[in-house]
């Protein structure tokens, strides 16, 4: 019978160990195992940023026109029928907005005294006058010459002084910035005289005005050229052949 206690004694802690072999894990393990999982992660990867594109410079307005590098000439008006741009030389060929200023400010001015400079042929030949009686007409390319020194004084200072103004009213000082710039602020051959009050005050209406002061103006600069030179040729006034 001791033997048989003994036996079963031994058979019975074999199974009680055989059981705790198969017990599992505690519950303090499993969510200690855990926390080191969520300890060790992998490092996240940062995502690029593209860079902002620079805004858009801010181009104030004059008369209606902003600068447009995408047009002929920055957009300013002058393009007319049936030729539109007409740039056969190239002058204006991928050039600067201050070089395209300058240009239109020479076209402008130029422009100006042509025109002034027809009807100073047309009417200083054929109106009579104290200096040359009233013999009339007579020729316009000899009467600066023939001019007495007070007139000749008077008429320069008008000029000096109307470009003194100008350049005053629309260009850059020396010394300020680079040498024969137009202001920013300033639009080529608006300088602000305006007795008559003539000057449009919409967008549309400046651009048909001052299309048509240019198409005078390139008109009156052929005019005055081929009055000049048809009178060193014939020594004639420009009327003089006509039939009436």
């Known amino acids: 019978l001791s033997n048989m206690a003994s036996r079963t004694a031994l058979t019975l802690v074999a199974l009680a160990s055989t059981a705790v072999a198969f017990t599992p894990l505690a519950p303090s393990a499993t969510r200690s195992s855990v926390r080191v999982a969520d300890a060790v992660t992998e490092p996240e990867v940062p995502t690029p940023v593209e860079p902002e594109a620079p805004p858009a410079p801010i181009v104030n307005m004059i008369n209606g026109w902003a600068p447009d590098a995408a047009q002929p000439c920055f957009g300013l008006p002058g393009a007319v029928a049936p030729l539109g741009f007409f ?40 109106t009579p006058t104290i200096t040359y009686g009233f013999d009339t007409p007579t020729i316009a390319n ?89 009178e060193l040729l014939n020594g004639k006034p420009v009327l003089a052949d006509l039939p009436f």
């Open 87 to 126: 740039d056969p030389v190239g002058f204006t060929k991928d050039a600067e907005l201050l070089k395209v200023k300058r240009l239109r400010e020479a076209e402008v001015m130029h422009s100006r005294v042509a025109m002034m400079a027809v009807v100073g042929y047309l009417v200083g030949e054929n």
């Open 142 to 230: 000899n009467q600066l010459a023939e001019a007495p020194g007070t007139v000749l004084f008077t008429f320069f200072l008008f000029i000096n002084l109307s470009e003194a103004f100008r350049a005053a009213k629309g260009w850059v000082e020396p010394g300020l910035g680079p040498l024969f710039t137009l202001r920013e602020n300033y639009y080529p051959g608006d300088l602000g005289f305006d007795p008559f009050g003539l000057k449009p005050t919409t967008a549309s209406e400046f651009s048909s005005m001052q299309t048509k002061e240019l198409s005078n103006g390139r008109l009156a600069m052929l005019a005055v050229a081929g009055m000049c030179v048809q």
